[in-house]
């Protein structure tokens, strides 16, 4: 069976964290605007990369910068700054797009990955570009036949990358998918003057619209769906399908979401890909990671191109379709490494016994547990409340800086 490397986003060190504690191969991210969540997530500085760098190394995880925007003349210098200061910290590689990107990495002898935003759709594209790349993103409109027909063609004709190793294919697994072309978008730019295509992508796809015939005056009806937000890209109820396709590379889409969406996420396809490793892949087992995966960020599923079905399946509705939600509750004050207690002030909402919290932090990750036992104001109590100092066993180091939330059903609708 093909070993498959699993990539995790990471939008902050909380995500990266959660990745890293959950199962992942690699993690991807971007530092400062040049990437295509500029916008979206907090993203990293440059004085974060070698932290980025320690974190991965002790567990032996790949790391890569998404330099993967529309490049202009003023952006050069900012490239070559970024890539000579990954190229310091030893971060992998690049994930590029633009031929000044690629050329820049190059230079230095880093790695280098071609984004999805290429749109490599056929053998000879990849020909080409293992002049300068040794992993490719296919575009996100492929079917799993056209995929495998890739793959194995890089096999039979021995197409290599600069490293001397045949080039290894990777494909988005699971996440948000874009109305346009492998996400090259122009919606955002024509509208807000910010531009999907530099990271600044206003979403514009994701409201609700009426479509008038200018001509007649007729009213499309849209059965009531978002025609332009398309539903989450989910593999894991056919991940035995992906992996015979003879990828190497299954990407987690979702720098922008939460670290419990990060750590929900790579846990499930870890498993996942470890039970199809195994032979034990099953429809049971699928049943039970789709309902762990609908727990989180979520816009409903579907299989995206992979399985030639049929095309476009759209949001019912805006925002999320997760079936549960965090509440803050407050913040992490001290720890007691002996008893592995942590004690918490509560700034919001009260806290019970039988609760299930979530704690997350820049060095804590994402951790989740039923509270069982609690001393509220260093009185054993069922209940705390706003103002209150609560201390619970965990069995786990918390942080200061370290978040409280109760994890509580959301109401989606239907």
Known sequence: MRHIELMAPAGNFESLQAAIDNGAN?????????NMRA????????????????R??????????????????HDLFIVKTLIKKAKAADITAVIAMDQ????????????????????????????FYSLFA???????ELSLRQVKKITMQIEKDKIKGPSGNLVEIEIFGH??????????????LHSHN??????????????????????????MELDNEYIMSPKDLCTIDFLDQVVDAGIKVLKIEGRGRSPEYVANVIKCYREAINSVAKGTYNKEEVVSWMLELEKVYNRGFWNGYYLGQKLGEWSKGSGSHATQKKVYLG????????????EFKIEAYDISIGDKILITGITTGVKELEVKEMLVNDIKQDTGSKGDSVTIPLGFRIRPSDKLYKIVENKVET
């Open 331 to 342: 913040k992490g004050i001290r720890f007691f490494p002996k008893a592995q207690i942590g």
């Open 39 to 54: 916008r979206a997530s907090t993203n990293f500085t440059l004085d974060d990369l070698e932290e980025i760098s320690r």
């Open 26 to 34: 690699s993690v991807y991210f971007g530092v400062e605007q040049l």
């Open 56 to 73: 991965c190394k002790t567990k032996n995880i790949r790391t890569y910068l998404t330099l993967n925007t529309i490049i202009y003349d």
């Open 194 to 219: 910010s531009s999907a295509n530099r990271g600044a992508c206003k979403q514009n796809c994701r409201k609700k619209y009426t479509v008038i015939d200018q001509e007649t005056g007729f009213e």
């Open 100 to 127: 000044a990107v690629i050329t820049s990495a190059r230079e230095v002898e880093m790695e280098v990955h071609i984004s999805t935003q290429i749109n490599i759709t056929n053998i000879e594209t990849v020909k």
């Open 175 to 188: 996440g948000a998918l874009c109305m346009a072309v492998s996400g090259k978008c122009y919606m955002s």
């Open 134 to 140: 040794d992993t490719m993103v296919l575009s996100r």
